[in-house]
């Protein structure tokens, strides 16, 4: 009996698991030392740092990004300078995103991500956004983000594409890869 449920078992794993690792998806570390993260991309990312506005302060932004079957796969990360609150530019990356795909915002909520520095153990804030809208194209769009904040330094981590093209597996890769120095 528990053959048979261990082979019953198997099978999905491997679909899972095939499906993730398709020659589609060529899944390779990506590492920043700038801004201290490590993250999975399903092929060679290109990286280009410009000038943004964040509610009227100028903070140099560096993006990370990969395409691969329509889907963009992105990290954005820069540096809030004091007096800037970090949370505050995460909301306006937030809103600029959303904006990006004329989107409306379907579910947001908050969760906490274990975090390790310095060999303390802490728990950082999470804030998820999905969204839906049009790209410049005029084609269906569907985001899926994070934002995060550590110390004076935010990241905002970003799928977008299709939305069938956006796989429960594919999205749990991409996003649970994420770790922070």
Same mark, same amino acid.
């Given at each position: 009996?528990?053959?048979?449920?261990?082979?019953?078992? %198997?099978?999905?794993? !491997? #679909?899972?698991?095939?499906?993730?690792? =398709?020659?589609?998806?060529? !899944?390779?570390? $990506?590492? /920043?030392?700038?801004?201290?993260?490590?993250?999975?991309?399903?092929?060679?990312?290109? %990286? $280009?740092?410009?000038?943004? /506005?964040?509610?009227?302060?100028?903070?140099? &932004? *560096?993006?990370?990004?990969?395409? $691969?079957?329509?889907?963009?796969?992105?990290?954005? *990360?820069?540096?809030?300078?004091?007096?800037?609150?970090?949370?505050?530019?995460?909301? =306006? &990356?937030?809103?600029?995103? $959303?904006?990006?795909?004329?989107?409306?915002?379907?579910?947001? =909520?908050?969760?906490?991500?274990?975090?390790?520095? /310095?060999?303390?153990?802490?728990?950082?804030?999470? #804030?998820?956004?999905?969204?839906?809208?049009?790209?410049?194209?005029?084609?269906?769009? %569907? #985001?899926?983000?994070?934002?995060?904040?550590?110390?004076n330094r935010v990241y905002q981590i970003v799928m977008t594409g299709p939305e069938e093209k956006m796989t429960r597996d594919v999205s749990d890769?991409?996003? =649970? *890869?994420?770790?922070?120095?």
């Amino acid at each position: 009996m528990i053959a048979f449920i261990l082979r019953k078992l %198997t099978l999905p794993f !491997w #679909l899972v698991l095939l499906t993730a690792c =398709s020659p589609t998806f060529d !899944w390779r570390e $990506v590492r /920043n030392e700038e801004f201290g993260y490590l993250i999975m991309m399903p092929a060679r990312p290109t %990286t $280009v740092t410009r000038d943004i /506005n964040l509610d009227g302060a100028i903070i140099r &932004m *560096s993006m990370t990004a990969t395409e $691969v079957d329509k889907l963009t796969f992105a990290v954005g *990360s820069a540096t809030i300078p004091a007096p800037n609150n970090p949370q505050t530019a995460l909301e =306006s &990356m937030k809103t600029a995103l $959303v904006r990006n795909i004329r989107g409306t915002i379907i579910e947001e =909520s908050t969760f906490t991500m274990p975090h390790t520095i /310095n060999g303390q153990k802490r728990l950082l804030a999470v #804030l998820y956004v999905h969204a839906k809208g049009t790209a410049i194209d005029n084609q269906p769009r %569907t #985001l899926q983000a994070r934002f995060v904040a550590q110390g004076n330094r935010v990241y905002q981590i970003v799928m977008t594409g299709p939305e069938e093209k956006m796989t429960r597996d594919v999205s749990d890769i991409y996003f =649970s *890869s994420l770790q922070l120095n």
